[in-house]
Nanobody, 117 residues
């Protein structure tokens, strides 16, 4: 069972920054690829970024150059540093654990990010 707890969301003005954090349970965290997804109101859940166990990162085109995903395997945490935020980044952000291939498991409530113009 995947247990993930996201935090760090909030209200920020356009151009501002936020750092999201995800605490994961389980012994397999350090060997798991982890990801961040987001869901805007009335839309589906979209991929934002992922990081392999050894630090290789992938980003959606919409966030490249603005967001940075990182992890701390000793603390079972994954982070998403978000800079130069835009109103279109407004969404609930979810942490996820890769199950293999393109499949991810979600286990948290998400954290709300709201960017005002």
């Amino acid at each position: 069972q995947v247990q993930l707890v996201e935090s760090g969301g909030g209200l920020v003005q356009a151009g501002g920054s936020l750092r999201l954090s995800c605490e994961a349970s389980g012994r397999t965290f350090s060997s798991s690829r982890m990801g961040w997804f987001r869901q805007a109101p009335g839309k589906g859940r979209d991929f934002v970024a992922s990081i392999t166990w050894d630090g290789i990162t992938y980003y959606a085109d919409s966030v490249k150059g603005r967001f940075t995903i990182s992890r701390d395997n000793a603390e079972n945490r994954v982070y998403l540093q978000m800079n130069s935020l835009k109103p279109e980044d407004t969404a609930v952000y979810y942490c996820a654990r890769n199950l293999g291939g393109s499949a991810f498991a979600f286990g948290g409530q998400g954290t709300q990010v709201t960017v005002s113009s």
